[in-house]
Each structure stands twice: as C-alpha cells, then as structure tokens.
C-alpha cells in the first residue's frame, strides 16, 4: 500500500469474540436468574462492531468455533457492517462465553468461560501481511499478549503494520 488515504480499511481489530449472556432480572443474582439475552461479545468485536456502527470501515481477525455461537459472533459482526473475511472458524475450540448479571455501577457479576476458547486459538499463520497493509490501524488487545502462540500471533501483524505503515493501538484490556 503506497498511501495511507487509499487504504480500504479504517482498522483491524484482533482478539476478544464471544457471547455475552445477560440475565434479564435487573439487579438480581446470578444464582437467581431465569432468562437471559444474547448479545456480541469480546473486547475488540465490540469495539470492531461499534466503529462499523458509527461509518468506520472496519475488519476482525480473531477465531471461533465450529458452532451456533461461532455462527453468531460472524454474522452479528457482518450485521454491523465488519468485515470478517478473517474470522477463522476453529473446529477444536469452542466460542466463549460470558454470563453476566446487571446490577448497581459496581457491582456487575459474571462469569466468564473462556478456558482454551476459539479467539485464543489465533496463530501467526491466521496473520496475512497484504490484510494488515489494507488498514489505517491496526488494534490488539493486551489478551493477547498472554500466550506464546497468540502473542506470535500479536508480534506478525505488529511486523507488518510497521512495514506498511499502519498505525497500531494497543488496548490493555485490563478488567
């Protein structure tokens, strides 16, 4: 990519895609729950979904499984206009999952079921240079820092983006 103007994406977002499972009894327990509703989760779809949403042209690579919430998690992305043409579906992991209830503004409880889940399946060779080099930037989170593999993973595009020129923001994803 010459210039940075002509790119055709605004920003790639690479890690977190899951489920969120809110519990509709407002201020109840989790034990107490009878009803939830589902919802886009993870960090950088949310964050990919949301720049869709307000006219960014925007891409995910992240990974989910080879199931109906893996299913959800694209089409939920496309719905909001991401490009998920990197959205690897991964046939040993299982999409992640969030149960969470709705309380006061510090008291929000959940669980989350992200053990050896789809998006931290994410492998350097998922990372294609001619895709990074489409975007103005490039955004990870710290998530996936955490492993050798995702970090690799993490270490290819960050390479190819300064190749290229594309900028690259780094969300800690500290919660």
Request: charged fraction near 25%; glycine fraction near 10%; hydrophobic fraction near 45%.
């Amino acid at each position: 990519m010459s210039r940075v103007a002509e790119r055709p994406l605004d920003v790639i977002c690479l890690g977190r895609a899951a489920v969120d499972l809110y519990g509709q009894q407002v201020g109840g327990r989790l034990e107490d729950m009878q009803s939830f509703a589902k919802y886009l989760g993870g960090s950088s779809a949310n964050l990919a979904a949301g720049l869709a949403r307000m006219g960014a042209k925007s891409a995910m690579l992240t990974r989910v499984g080879d199931e109906q919430m893996g299913r959800f998690v694209r089409e939920e992305l496309a719905r909001h206009g991401v490009d998920v043409s990197q959205v690897r579906t991964d046939p040993a992991r299982l999409t992640a999952l969030v149960i969470l209830g709705i309380g006061a503004a510090d008291d929000i409880p959940h669980i989350f079921f992200r053990e050896r889940c789809a998006d931290m399946g994410v492998v350097a060779d998922d990372v294609n240079e001619e895709f990074i080099a489409s975007a103005t930037l490039f955004a990870v989170t710290g998530t996936h820092l955490s492993t050798e593999s995702t970090r690799d993973a993490v270490r290819t595009a960050v390479g190819y983006a300064k190749k290229h020129g594309t900028k690259v923001a780094l969300d800690i994803d500290y919660r």
